[in-house]
Nanobody, 126 residues
C-alpha cells in the first residue's frame, strides 16, 4: 500500500484546511486509516481515525469538535477537514494504514499501523 498525504499549507488561526490521504495498492486489505501529527520536538500524536467503510470514527481530545474525518471509497481517499485551526495545530500530518482490526487501544497507537505516507505540513499562524 502506498499513501500520499497532501493539502497542508499556511493558514491563519480560525481558518480551515482539508487534508487528503490517497491510498493505492492493496487497499482491499485495509482495516482503517489514521491521521497523526508531529510537531518539532514532540512525539507523534493521534489526531483521528476511520475504518475503511466509515463505520467507525475516532478523534483525539485536542481536535474533537473541530476536525472531521471521512472516506470516499470510490477514490480510495480519506479526508481530514480541519476547522477553527489553532497555532498549536501546527505540525506535520501523516496518514497511516492499518491492516488488522482495531482494539480499544490500537487505533490511537502509531506503532500498530502498517504503512505510512510522507506527511504534509500544516502551519497555523496567530
Amino acid at each position: 500500500v502506498q499513501l500520499q498525504a497532501y493539502g497542508g499549507g499556511l493558514v491563519q488561526a480560525g481558518g480551515s484546511l482539508r487534508l487528503s490521504c490517497a491510498a493505492s495498492g492493496r487497499t482491499f486489505s485495509t482495516y482503517g486509516i489514521g491521521w497523526f501529527r508531529q510537531a518539532p520536538g514532540k512525539e507523534r500524536e493521534f489526531v483521528s481515525a476511520i475504518s475503511w467503510y466509515g463505520t467507525y470514527t475516532y478523534y483525539g481530545d485536542s481536535v474533537q469538535g473541530r476536525f472531521t474525518i471521512s472516506t470516499d471509497n470510490a477514490k480510495n481517499t480519506v479526508y481530514l477537514q480541519m476547522n477553527s485551526l489553532k497555532p498549536e495545530d501546527t505540525a506535520v500530518y501523516y496518514c497511516a494504514d492499518r491492516r488488522a482490526k482495531w482494539s480499544s487501544t490500537t487505533y490511537y497507537t502509531p506503532d500498530t499501523y502498517d504503512y505510512w505516507g510522507q506527511g504534509t505540513l500544516v502551519t497555523v499562524s496567530s
